[in-house]
Nanobody, 121 residues
């Protein structure tokens, strides 16, 4: 069973930056759709950003211009660079990958365990 390993969450002051990372626990054949979601206390999980294998990216309006999703192909690692952080960005951030584990296998969806981002002075 593929697991996703997330890291990078921390406490940061408003205006600061963080970079989250997410990688499968084992080698996989392909990453097809890579996404980040977040869930703040008392709120539903919301979509933040996505990147497809061809490179196209899309962002929620609330983070557009501040967050960047990227992929390191060699390391099979997905990143979320977060700049100019605001208190309202405080949430648990979850990685979501749609991937093929092996050649010929079906695409399956996996979730990371979540990493806490707190923006506060």
């Amino acid at each position: 069973q593929v697991q996703l390993v997330e890291s990078g969450g921390d406490l940061v002051q408003p205006g600061g930056s963080l970079r989250l990372s997410c990688a499968p626990s084992e080698s996989v054949f392909s990453l097809n759709v890579m996404s980040w979601y977040r869930q703040a206390p008392g709120h539903q999980r919301e979509w933040v950003a996505s990147r497809v294998s061809g490179g196209a990216t899309n962002y929620a309006d609330s983070v557009k211009g501040r967050f960047t999703i990227s992929l390191d192909n060699a390391a099979n690692t997905v990143y979320l660079q977060m700049n100019n952080l605001r208190p309202e960005d405080t949430a648990v951030y979850y990685c979501n990958l749609l991937l093929r584990k092996n050649v010929g296998s079906r695409r399956r969806e996996y979730w990371g365990q979540g990493t806490q981002v707190t923006v506060s002075s």
